[in-house]
């Protein structure tokens, strides 16, 4: 059974912070890796993808990789009241189909 | 920009009713999702579905699911019989396999209410 886990929170940061959230999963055939935001009763929101080892920027987020230890991260800097969200980790399996972990709810402190 | 779009945005039914969720994905794409989330819960994969056919389902995508293309721009869910534990959001996606990463971009969701 593949699965991918992150802590469920809340991880609380205060405005202007840098916020890190934390994936692991477990197939460590695992290829890329996505991070999307989703809002409360709205819909997941693709922030950034991953596939290669090391750090991956857009703008205020840095996507973090690391295939040997299975795990991947997003960094969040500079970060802002709209940034509180549920971030969700998913890894392609098979087909395409995204395996979820279950979210990180973030809340960003002004 | 491009987006998926979905309706209805809420549908209340009876349990034991017929319901079908609609979607256009975004026009270049190829490949079709449908996942659910369950209230406070993961978000689920049901069904993906290229070249007009299913190419996965889970094991929640019974006997009850189906999916269909009826034409070149929509993509469907139906639930024939409707139980209360269908009671969710759907949501549609698409991808485009020759992008950088295959990534799924989503609808914005159908709330089903099941009564």
């Known amino acids: 059974q593949k699965e991918v886990e992150q802590n469920s929170g809340p991880l609380s940061v205060p405005e202007g912070a840098i916020a890190s959230l934390n994936c692991t999963y477990s197939?460590?055939?695992?290829?890329?890796f996505f991070w999307y935001r989703q809002y409360s009763g709205k819909s997941p929101e693709l922030i950034m993808f991953?596939?290669s080892n090391g750090d991956k920027e857009d703008g205020r987020f840095t996507a973090q990789l690391n295939k040997a230890s299975q795990y991947v991260s997003l960094l969040i800097r500079d970060s802002q009241p709209s940034d509180s969200a549920t971030y969700l980790c998913?890894?392609?399996?098979?087909?395409?189909?995204?395996?979820w972990g279950a979210g990180t709810k973030l809340i960003i402190k002004p | 920009e491009p987006e998926v779009t979905q309706t209805p945005s809420h549908q209340v039914t009876q349990m034991g009713q017929e319901v079908i969720l609609r979607c256009v994905p975004i026009?270049?794409?190829?490949?079709f999702y449908w996942y659910r989330q369950i209230l406070g819960q993961k978000v689920e994969f049901l069904v993906s579905?290229?070249?007009?056919?299913?190419?996965?389902k889970s094991e929640i995508f019974d006997d009850q699911f189906s999916v269909e293309r009826p034409d070149g721009s929509n993509f469907t869910l139906k639930i024939r019989s409707t139980k209360l534990e269908d009671s969710a959001m759907y949501f549609c996606?698409?991808?485009?396999?020759?992008?950088?990463?295959?990534?799924?971009?989503f609808g914005p969701g159908t709330r089903l209410t099941v009564t």
């Open positions: 996606a698409s991808s485009e396999p020759l992008a950088e990463a295959h990534e799924q971009y």
């Open positions: 026009s270049n794409h190829l490949y």
């Open positions: 579905f290229y070249n007009n056919e299913i190419s996965e």
């Open positions: 197939d460590r055939g695992s290829q890329s």
């Open positions: 991953i596939y």
């Open positions: 998913a890894v392609p399996h098979s087909n395409y189909q995204l395996i």
